[in-house]
């Protein structure tokens, strides 16, 4: 299977725990893209990478969350100090400059 | 706010009815992605659209965009339940330097047997 893979694919935390996501894109793939999804909502969009270079975050990425994509493969997402509001899906998207590709997502919740 | 507003929210029909929904923004796009998702999955891409004008079909799906590139719709003929799911549209703009999608909130489709 060549999609995007993301782990884990469910994470209960408790407030206040540090969280980490990885997100394994299509090889060929030179675009990253990490976005939030709510209950209801559409994919609100937090940072994209394009190789190893972390070149837009959004004003929703406070200074909790932190992302890299070493070497321009995989990638993490890192939650500290975990908020209940940071419960959410957690999706993963690569892309060659068209269309994205969609992992499954990571489904955090924070008690 | 979303960029795009999309309408409606809801819709509930019946097998084999016909329905339009809707993807409106005051923004132009360079492009306008449709993606389908079903619950605890990602979205899965179904068209590009990038002319404005232009008419894509996918099967039993048409795809529009506005002559101005600001809006988008999707038509559907004789709906299945496998059509079951959320819509999405997602556009790239100057406001996001055309790098990155946006999203609007969904149209959650729901087609009875």
Request: include cysteine; hydrophobic fraction near 30%.
């Amino acid at each position: 299977d060549t999609g995007v893979s993301q782990n884990p694919r469910h994470k209960i935390t408790k407030r206040g725990q540090n969280v980490t996501f990885r997100c394994d894109p299509i090889s060929e793939h030179n675009r990253l893209y990490w976005y939030r999804q709510t209950l209801g909502q559409g994919p609100e969009f937090l940072t994209y990478f394009q190789n190893e270079a972390q070149l837009e975050k959004s004003r929703l990425l406070s200074d909790r969350f932190s992302a890299e994509r070493p070497k321009g493969s995989f990638s993490t997402l890192e939650i500290q100090r975990t908020e209940q509001g940071d419960s959410a899906m957690y999706l993963c998207a690569s892309s060659r400059g068209d269309g994205y590709t969609f992992g499954s997502g990571t489904r955090l919740t924070v008690v | 706010t979303q960029l795009l507003e999309q309408s409606p929210q809801f819709l509930s029909i019946q097998e084999g009815e016909n329905l339009t929904v809707y993807c409106n923004s005051s923004s132009v796009f360079s492009s306008l992605q449709w993606y389908r998702q079903e619950p605890g999955e990602g979205p899965v891409l179904l068209v590009t659209v990038v002319t404005g004008g232009e008419v894509k079909k996918l099967k039993r799906l048409t795809f529009q965009f506005g002559d101005a590139r600001k809006d988008s719709s999707l038509h559907i003929t004789a709906a299945q339940p496998g059509d079951t799911g959320l819509y999405l549209c997602a556009g790239a703009s100057r406001l996001n330097n055309n790098n990155d999608m946006r999203f609007g909130a969904g149209t959650r489709l729901t087609v009875k047997p």
